[in-house]
């Protein structure tokens, strides 16, 4: 944040310099951490219940006082949005929860999801005062943001935001993840005529289909939709723009200007031989079916039984939730195998926990190379190669290196490719005038989040290729503000 | 007129010139302009796994810290290299659609495991032939020559179970026992073998006290190695050999053919004097057939082979003796 005076205004309120004097900053530095509730690992890794239980009022009333208060604080420069975060845990400190989530909410959208899966631990925790100084465990600012949240929404009082008055112009939402939702909050906010195209039967994203229930509850997310269905925002769904109507047609319906947030949905795979047996999966493709069309439910049409043996390729987040999925669906050996060491895997470091703790097994310095696939076409085997590390890349992780004459054999029943996805291609191929890079990611102004055709703007992973709720919700945002300024200027000339 | 046609690993050629391996056929323009100066068959360039780990190295150096997403990025590399596999076989179909000389592709492996799905893709992407272009520099004393070797024979098995087009490796001379090893990757499933690839090679600057990189071309003079061991190995081999590494000028396309090659494969000289080269190379050994009468290839090829040759000895003198000895000094 290159400007911090907002915060430091903020920061000298009255209420917030005494609040600073009712505790030394000693004293305050020597509270240990609160850990998270959580359900227990056997337990959990046999239902599908969420496993952080969230933290007790007393639990936040304690964390929140080992915040210091800083006079600058570092921590809202780890955080890609700028959350005033001192604002929000000195509000809990007084036991203002409520006013603690107006705070959140002044930046992020959707605190509630923010609070369950962003990655702390990189960004703002990162950047605490008691990480970065005093070499101790950092303020669970995670934590503490997914209490405020959950309270306001426990305590029925969550407050509607308040819309201008409708000003008849027509906006489309190409998509309904965070990038989406948050465009189409702010731009009903600013009294626009919002609708939501989504091309599946259910609102949300990777927020629905990806991140798996036992992280991530549905009905968090869906309470947002609901909020946003009260502030008038409607949702269209099974409608893929670009196949079910083009740009043209929507233009000619009215629609004056558009937020592209379709996502990156597209699965990437190795390209080894055997790859396209029957039984190895994407992990968005494993992960929708589980998470949508319930195939792991009996009682559902397509049940689909993936076996004992279940590897996941990859390292990510997606390959956590995709090794942790299949655990809970009863397989008996779910296996990670990751080409690096533990410590160079992506995922949070919570979900890398939670995944030793579940029973997952680790294999690092692993690499597939191929897959053996019996009579029937269906995977049965995978050759495995062992790797060792070299010198770092150009991410300063250690390069994984293969070792000749190290292949083995292991069984397996199904294999999930998580090794990352691409931006879908749909949309960007539908536009020829629209600039893309040659990743097929679609290039805006950074500031206005405006493409190279002048109606649409986009954000989120179609943008950045792969990135965070948080991100995609801020690009979401910042988007809205880039459309606004831009209709406005459009009615201002008519 | 004097019939040029040579075949080389079961393939027609109107003459024995094979525009080697190089940036010289990594398009079509530059395709069809070779063979529209006569080039016999092309070889065209090798798709490298080390250009896909700096191409990523590339990427990753651009992306700054908040961006710098690991989960998105993390196999980036299969990305790549899917997307320089997918522009190499479609220069395979545009190459086979614009011209109508034979292209060979090329794969720089240094394991038996990486590219042998993708020999398959070139199979049917249309190419003629298969060049392979390995190579582990020996540099590593832990490994012994027993390991080092292993390696060369693994990648032609592997890849000749994916494929049924003929296969050839352009090997090195790093071996200590040179003649063995080609005799016995001869007796593979190998339709050619290529003597002998030239490489990059360091020099250092004294002034800068840096790094540099040699010479990029080849002389003349460098023709000796692959002259001396065509010659030595042209009637003990069970495949066909070609020859490459300074080949200048029509004469030394003569030279190889009379050791025993089968077919020359030429970079530098096209590189320095233009595809229009060809055609006086071509020339020249027209010219020069005329002269000795020889009105096809085969009645003078490996004519100096060491088989061939009474005084076979030469082939394997190493020392100068008394030869250079007498020699006189100048000064
Ligand atoms: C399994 C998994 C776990 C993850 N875990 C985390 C985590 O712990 N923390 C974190 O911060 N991030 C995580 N991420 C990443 C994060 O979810 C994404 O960065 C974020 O969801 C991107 O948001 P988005 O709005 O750009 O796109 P998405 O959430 O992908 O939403 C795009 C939506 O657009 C729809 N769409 C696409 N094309 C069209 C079209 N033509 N017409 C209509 N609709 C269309 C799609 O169906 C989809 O619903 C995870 C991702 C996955 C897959
Ligand atoms: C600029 C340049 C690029 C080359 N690239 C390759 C290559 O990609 N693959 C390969 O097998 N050989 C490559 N070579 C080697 C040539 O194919 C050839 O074998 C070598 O240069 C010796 O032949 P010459 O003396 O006619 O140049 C390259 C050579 C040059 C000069």
Known sequence: MEDLSYYKEKRSEDWRVELRKTKKAKERTLMERISMLEQDAVERSQNIEEVNLGLTEEMALVEAQRC????????????????????????????????AAEVLKDTNTLPAVCGRVCPQEKQCENSCFYTVQLKKPPVAIGYLERFAADYERNSGKMAIP???????????IIGSGPAGLAASADLVKFGYDVTVFEALHEIGGVLKYGIPEFRLPNEIVDVEIENLRKMGVKFRTNFIVGKTASFDDLRAQGYQAFFVGSGAGLPRFMNIPGENSIGIFSSNEYLTRVNLMKAADNNYDTPVSFGDTIAVIGGGNTAMDSVRTAKRLGAKRAVIIYRRSIEEMPARVEEVKHAQEEGIEFMNLHNPVEYIADQDGHVKQMRLQKMKLGEPDASGRRRPIPIDGSEFLMDVDAVVVSV????????????????????????????????????????????RGGATVILAMGDGRKAAAGIHDYLMEKVKKN | MVDLTTRYMGLSLKNPIIIASSGLTGNVESIKKLE???????????????????????MMNKMDQFESDYEYFDYYDYKIKEENVSKYLQLIKDAKAAVSIPVIASINCVSSHEWTYFAKKIE????????????????????????????????????????????????????????????????????????????????????????????????QSDQVMPLRWISIMAEKVSCDLAATTGIHKGEDVIKMLLAGAKAVQVASTIYQNGAEYIQTMLKEIEEWMER??????DQFRAKLSQAKNENGAHYERVQFMRYFGEKESTL
């Open chain 1, 68 to 99: 210091l208060d800083c006079a600058n604080p570092t921590c809202i420069t780890g955080c890609p949005v700028g959350i005033n975060i001192p604002g929000f845990i000195k509000k809990i400190e007084v036991k203002d929860f409520l006013g």
């Open chain 1, 162 to 172: 308040k819309v201008a008055t409708n000003n008849g112009i027509k906006v489309a």
């Open chain 1, 420 to 463: 990352g996805v691409s931006p879908n291609p749909l949309i960007p191929s539908s536009l020829k005038d629209l600039e893309t890079t040659k990743w097929g990611t679609i290039v805006v102004n950074q500031d206005t989040m405006q493409s190279s055709v002048k109606d649409i703007f986009a954000g989120g992973d179609i943008v």
């Open chain 2, 36 to 58: 529209a100066n006569g080039a016999g068959a092309v070889v065209l360039k090798s798709i490298f796994e080390e250009e896909i780990i700096m191409e990523y190295d590339h």
């Open chain 2, 124 to 219: 049917e992407a249309g190419a003629d032939a298969i060049e392979l272009n390995a190579f582990i520099l020996p540099s590593d004393p832990e490994r012994s020559s027993a390991e080092n070797e292993k390696v060369y024979f693994d990648i032609v098995n592997t890849i000749k179970k994916e494929v049924k087009i003929p296969v050839a490796m352009k090997m090195s001379y790093y071996f200590s026992n040179l003649a063995q090893m080609i005799k016995k990757l001869s007796e593979t499933e190998l339709k050619g073998i290529v003597l002998f690839n030239r490489f990059y090679s360091p020099d250092f600057d004294i002034e800068e006290l840096k790094v540099i990189s040699s010479h990029i071309f080849s002389t």
């Open chain 2, 292 to 297: 000795h009468n020889y009105l096809n290839i």
